[in-house]
């Protein structure tokens, strides 16, 4: 069993929608999460953090971790075709280790 | 800030054969790691540094070496390449890992092809 796992899609919406990304984890250790967003053959780049449980948001986006569930979510609102991209959520463990899920494509369509 | 850099771009190797994955970041940072990332399998963390002359492994080290003379650069080497290890390879960086820091910084990746 992989530490964060995430569904892969693809996940179509038409401009405009609200989308929902999730992961869910295995270790109860973990205590910070992250959202990456990569573009087609780009590297990561980090779009949002929370650390322990709760919300927190940022422009259009919105990162929640309910820690009870081992589940992390990312919304995104009136998604725009810019946002178009692979999104991996991730959790960091001891310090040292940084766990990431498969990530989800998203298609926001025009 | 050329931030993290990393050559070659793309790579073809035959089965057996070594080479070294070059990775250099210009932001002082303390932490740097190396990534392969597959389909469907996501990133996956192969080794870490948390400074000069430290190096630990990930969770997919084997057939893998790394050393870090410097702060700037950690070179990835493969001792005998396999088809298996057919990957995108990510390096990152990050400030010390003895903080609540939890950004890292990735660079544009290496495509890696072993025939």
């Known amino acids: 069993q992989k530490e964060v796992e995430q569904d892969p899609g693809p996940l179509s919406v038409p401009e405009g929608a609200i989308v929902s990304l999730n992961c869910t984890y295995s270790?109860?250790?973990?205590?910070?999460f992250m959202w990456y967003r990569q573009y087609s053959r780009k590297g990561p780049e980090l779009l949002m953090y929370?650390?322990?449980?709760g919300n927190k948001e940022d422009g259009r986006f919105t990162a929640q971790v309910d820690k009870s569930s081992k589940y992390i979510s990312l919304f995104i609102r009136d998604s725009q075709p810019s946002d178009s991209a692979t999104y991996l959520c991730?959790?960091?463990?001891?310090?040292?280790?940084?766990?990431f899920g498969s990530g989800t494509k998203l298609n926001v369509k025009p | 800030n050329a931030g993290v850099t990393q050559t070659p771009k793309f790579q073809v190797l035959k089965t057996g054969q070594s080479m070294t994955l070059q990775c250099a970041q210009d932001?002082?940072?303390?932490?740097m790691s190396w990534y392969r990332q597959d389909p469907g399998m996501g990133l996956r963390l192969i080794h870490y540094?948390?400074?000069?002359?430290?190096?630990d492994q990930g969770e997919v080290p084997n057939g893998y070496n790394v050393s870090r003379s410097t702060t700037e650069d950690f070179p990835l080497r493969l001792l005998s390449a396999a088809p298996s290890q057919t990957s995108v390879y990510f390096c990152?960086?990050?400030?010390?890992?003895?903080?609540?820091?939890?950004?890292?910084?990735f660079g544009p990746g290496t495509r890696l092809t072993v025939t």
């Open positions: 990152a960086s990050s400030y010390s890992i003895n903080s609540d820091s939890y950004e890292q910084y």
């Open positions: 270790n109860s250790a973990f205590q910070y």
């Open positions: 929370t650390y322990s449980s």
């Open positions: 540094s948390v400074g000069a002359g430290i190096t």
């Open positions: 991730a959790s960091r463990y001891n310090f040292n280790k940084f766990y």
């Open positions: 932001m002082n940072h303390e932490y």
